[in-house]
């Protein structure tokens, strides 16, 4: 049963299996996960506001009262981590990259959401970021009695250098957090394409569950990792194409939406895409 999140805060509550829930932003807004155990519950990202994770933690409350008893921040993306003041617990975990770009980047990464989605600016324009306490450079296994979170770091410069993913191998469960969207074009603008495409690979093989939480879109199985290879490939090849020709760069942004147009948000996300290609093949 899908349950649209208290107070209309464009949410809605999934389950995904016994007593795990993902949280689906409408419009391309971030995702979230909830995994309860037979000791507490695990947040997985905090949504864009404290708004959102307050809605996020009331729908929770409908399903559990065991304690929240840690928060994963997956990346330091504010969409993904401006809710952690509304998360019922001192232990937030993160990957030590992404502690890193919030201390030195979280204000100018405030200014750029506000002026995406200046609707959201009076709730995130002067918010006290809650920085996360426990900092992780590999792997951290979660045990919660009867469920177990395997959290990784991708290992690689991918959608950022600070991607965490979370694994639940007793559901089959990936939450692949923003390494992944579905029928979206990522945010490009911290990310390395070639890392960020043999991350995906390499999650993709390793992975034997059915169920694949993406950072942004609906919920789907192990396709969505190819479908996010594909994109990010066809991207790339038509961007080089235009280069090798001697082509100018607004060729190479019209060639690339030629690859990704169809996905939701491409026409404002592309040049991202161009300006990391071309600099990476032309140094420049
Ligand atoms: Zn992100």
């Known amino acids: 049963m899908i349950t649209e999140l208290p107070h209309a805060t464009g949410v809605a509550q999934v389950p995904l ?6 949280y ?6 971030p995702n979230a996960v909830t995994v309860e155990g037979r000791d507490g519950v695990v947040v997985i990202d905090s949504l864009f506001t404290p708004r959102h994770a307050a809605h996020m933690i009331e729908a929770l409350r409908a399903t559990t009262d065991k304690p929240v008893v840690a928060l994963v921040n997956t990346h330091f993306h504010g969409d993904h981590v401006f809710g952690n003041s509304a998360v019922p617990t001192d232990r937030i975990i993160a990957h030590r990259s992404a502690h890193e770009r919030l201390l030195t980047g979280g204000d100018a990464y405030r200014e750029l959401l506000c002026g995406v989605r200046p609707d959201l600016a009076p709730e995130i324009g002067d918010l006290e970021f809650v920085l996360p306490t426990e900092l992780i450079d590999d792997r951290l296994t979660l045990d919660l009695g009867d469920v177990r979170l395997d959290i990784r770091h991708s290992g690689r410069h991918a959608h950022t250098t600070g991607d965490l993913v979370v694994e639940l191998p007793s559901h089959g469960i990936f939450v ?3 390494l992944v969207f579905n029928g979206i074009l990522p945010v490009a603008r911290d990310g390395d394409l070639d890392g960020w495409i043999a991350v995906l690979a390499e999650q993709r093989d390793g992975f034997t569950g059915d169920v694949v939480v993406p950072g942004h879109g609906v919920v789907g199985g192990r396709e969505l990792f190819d479908r996010q290879i594909d994109v990010l ?6 961007v080089t194409a235009v280069l090798s020709e001697g082509g100018s760069r607004d060729e190479a942004r019209a060639a690339a939406l030629t690859a990704a147009g169809a996905l939701l948000h491409a026409d404002e996300r592309i040049d991202a895409y161009v ?5 990476k093949e032309t140094n420049l």
């Open 275 to 279: 300006n990391l290609i071309w600099t």
């Open 17 to 22: 299996a016994p007593g795990v829930y993902a």
């Open 24 to 29: 689906l932003g409408e419009h391309g807004m």
């Open 176 to 178: 692949a957090s923003d």
């Open 233 to 238: 490939r066809g991207v790339i090849e038509k």
